[in-house]
């Protein structure tokens, strides 16, 4: 799930703010610490910043964390019907009827601090500059390393359930009971008021499409984001995944997110700076006539959801820090067939492009280490293997890591995952 994007608006040690939505935004004479041309090209609108970044926005939040109807557009008022009725959306894609939200009361299950008030706090960790970045101990990367292994599976999970007549609202269900049966806490769940256990966009839709009771169509591409809140640690991941069968331009914009991603993950080592996985990124989709959405980006993750380092998916100069062995992060980027610009419904969470062509998304939590990187979401030999993993240039099978232990395991699962898709 993506973060809402903090602007580093610094005049070299200057700083300024002021709050939009609940959005601390930084204002400075010289807002970025780059070229003019730079700083023109990346401003963000309040508009945008209200939407930004794959992160949860702030809403009215709720005074308990007692049984609540959802926001949905189920049987809201007639004001709020009159406004979705107005609503000029860009594409096909339409809200349904939404459940009610569902709130976790199992005891034993440790919850995070939002989960009840719907707002999070500021962490343990708390980074005053972009390119404070918190290094995890081992402890801490193994209780990680279970939270992304649960995450994988509960992902795993809901996308065998897309097929055409399938709902959002039941792949939700099939989630959230999942991951309570493991003894986890469906991050998105309420985080600053998200009504549901996992982000669910399809075709037009970038970022945080709320479950609800549309049906899938045959030909419909959809990203199925999943956290899991685990023994205190966070674990991020997404994919992409088709309800029937895709038409060639669906599958192009598939494999070319996919390869883009798996690009920009191999780039992972201590040494390099974040800022150059954007550059990656929009260098190999750009010459295949796509764009790369600039509202929404990826992020630290740990014991707090949304931290440092900013993930910007295209070409950029902000300093948001170098790679080192213990950091922890999602690279995530939104690929698109037009606009890259975001439209956003009434919900106030739904992102669209504006022109209601496609988008495309994957995402890993990474874990940086002193020989690589390694996916601590990555797939293990009882995931499905997709067809752009099998036709992909980039890394033909999974991908799990640079590291010496991932490579190994990696070529193991392969071997047995491309072995029965040739038999």
């Not at 973060?3 to 005049?11: G, N, Q």
């Not at 199925?224 to 331009?249: N, P, R, W």
């Not at 170098?322 to 950091?327: F, I, K, L, S, Y």
Request: contains cysteine; hydrophobic residues 35%.
């Amino acid at each position: 799930m993506l973060r809402p994007l903090t602007v580093s608006l610094i005049a070299w040690g200057i700083l300024a703010s002021r709050t939009i939505n609940g959005f601390v935004l930084f204002q400075a004479k010289n807002h970025r610490l780059a070229s003019s041309n730079d700083a023109k090209q990346h401003q963000l609108t309040e508009q945008a910043c209200s939407i930004t970044c794959l992160g949860m926005h702030n809403k009215k939040k709720k005074g308990s964390g007692g049984s609540t109807k959802s926001k949905g557009f189920g049987g809201g008022a007639a004001a709020r019907s009159k406004k979705i009725d107005r609503f000029p959306y860009a594409g096909s894609i339409r809200p349904a009827e939404q459940s009610p939200q569902k709130i976790v009361t199992v005891d034993e299950i440790l919850k995070p601090d939002y989960a009840e008030s719907g707002t999070p706090g500021p962490g343990v960790f708390k980074p005053m500059l972009p390119w404070m970045i918190e290094v995890k101990t081992p402890e801490e990367i193994e209780k990680m390393r279970k939270a992304g292994s649960l995450a994988r599976h509960i992902l795993d999970l809901a996308g065998r359930a897309v097929d055409v007549g399938v709902s959002t609202d039941e792949i939700d269900n099939l989630v959230h009971e999942e991951i309570i049966k493991n003894g986890a806490y469906p991050s998105p769940l309420n985080y600053h008021g998200f009504p549901k256990s996992c982000c669910t966009s399809v075709n037009e839709v970038i970022c945080h499409g709320i479950p609800d009771s549309r049906k899938l169509e045959n030909g419909d591409i959809i990203n199925v984001d999943i956290t899991v809140y685990l023994d205190g640690y966070h674990g991020d991941c997404s994919e992409m995944f088709v309800a029937g069968e895709a038409d060639d331009k669906g599958k192009e914009l598939l494999q070319t997110t996919y390869d883009c991603w798996i690009k920009a993950c191999q780039f992972v080592q201590p040494g390099s700076d974040y800022k150059d996985i954007g550059a990656i990124i929009e260098d190999y989709i750009r010459p295949k006539g796509y764009s790369t959405v600039r509202n929404f980006c990826g992020h630290g993750i740990g014991s707090t959801f949304h931290t440092n380092p900013n993930i910007l998916h295209y070409r950029n100069n902000e300093p948001n820090g170098q790679m080192a062995a213990g950091h922890t992060f999602t690279i995530e980027p939104m690929i698109c067939e037009g606009s890259a610009k975001a439209l956003t419904w009434p919900d106030e969470w739904t992102a669209t492009t504006v022109d209601g062509k496609r988008s495309a998304q994957f995402e890993h939590t990474l874990l940086v280490t002193a020989e690589g990187v390694e996916a601590l979401t990555g797939k293990n030999e009882n995931s499905p293997l997709q067809f752009w993993e099998q036709e992909s240039k980039v890394n033909s099978g999974i991908w799990l890591g640079t590291s010496t232990a991932a490579k190994t395991r990696q070529d193991d699962i392969n071997a047995k995952l491309l072995g029965a898709t040739k038999s």
